[in-house]
């Protein structure tokens, strides 16, 4: 229903390795308009704890979603400046 109402469908996957019949599923969403973000976190900002951890995948979801959230420390500088 999503996909057929042009409305945002994310697909969050966490488990690998696929088998073929997932990878030609995650196929076909895509090429239907989904985005794919895999539950992979960002270690950028130093996470300490496991839901640090799990905030960086939430709050780039949420992120994709045009969602404010303050989940995680944002950049301060544009690439090649110095803080």
């Known amino acids: 229903v999503f996909l057929k109402e042009k409305r945002k469908l994310i697909l969050v996957p966490r488990e690998t ?3 073929l019949v997932q990878a030609r599923n995650v196929v076909t ?3 239907a308009g989904a985005m794919m ?3 992979i976190p ?3 900002g130093k996470p300490k704890t496991v839901e ?7 709050a780039r979801v949420l992120d994709h979603l045009n969602l404010p959230n303050d989940l995680v420390k944002r950049w ?3 690439v090649g ?3």
Request: glycine content about 0%; overall charge negative; proline content about 8%.
């Open 76 to 78: 301060k500088s544009e």
């Open 29 to 31: 969403l895509l090429e």
């Open 81 to 83: 400046e110095k803080e």
């Open 37 to 39: 973000l895999p539950a």
């Open 52 to 58: 640090d951890v799990v905030d960086t995948v939430v």
């Open 17 to 19: 390795p696929w088998n």
């Open 42 to 44: 960002s270690f950028y």
